[in-house]
C-alpha cells in the first residue's frame, strides 16, 4: 500500500479550537509516523464518504474517490471492549459534553454525571455518534485527552483520535454517512467489503 503524509494543517481549526487546545491539560504526546494522517492507497469498495475502522490495525480510514483514502491512527477498546458492525453517524457534536454511561461509571468511575466539553473532557474536539437505525449505539469517534494512547487498544470501546485529526474527519463527515467497524482478526487490505450487517460486539 503506498502512503503518502498528509501535511498537517490547522486550516480547519476555529478560533474556539486553537484557544482551547493551546491550554491543554496534558502533554503533547509523539505519535509514531504510521498514525500520523496519511494519504493511502485503497483497495476496498466502499463508495467515498465512507469511514472503515480497521481495529486490529488501529487505523481508521476516510474513503476518497479514485481509490484513495485518508488514513488516521486510532486508539481502539479492548477485544472485551471492542465493537464491530455497520452505522451511520446518527449526530455530531463540537467540543461535546460528556455524559458516563453506568457502565463506565462501574468500571472507572466516579464521575460527575455530566463534563462540561473542553480539553479536559474525555471526548475531546469532536465527537461522531454512531447510531444503527434509529438507535443510539453508545459508540463515539471521538478525540482524546490521552494522546498517547494512540496506536493502542485501551479499555474504552470507543474510537479515539488526536484532537487535530478528529478536527480534519469531522469536516468531511456528513450526517447519515456509514462507518464500517471490521471485526477482530480481519484486515481492511486483505478483507473484502460487505454489504451484511455484522453483529455488534460490546
Known sequence: MQTTLSPSSDASMTPRD????????YAQATIPEQYLRHIVDYPRKEQP???LVDTDARYLYY?????KAIRYGVAVGEEAQA???IARVGRMAEWPDWIPTADI???LGPYPARVPG???NPLGARALYLYAGNKDTLYRIHGTNQPEYIGQAISSGCIRMRNEDVIDLYDRVKAGSMVVVLPPSQN??????TSRPVRWRG
Not at 63 to 67: E, H, R
Not at 188 to 193: D, H, I, K
Request: hydrophobic share 40%.
Open 18 to 25: 486553537r484557544q482551547l487546545l493551546s491550554h491543554a491539560p
Open 49 to 51: 464518504g465512507t469511514i
Open 63 to 67: 474513503v476518497l474517490p479514485d481509490g
Open 83 to 85: 465493537f464491530s458492525g
Open 105 to 107: 461509571q462501574a468500571r
Open 118 to 120: 473542553g480539553p479536559a
Open 188 to 193: 481492511a487490505a486483505e478483507v473484502q467489503p
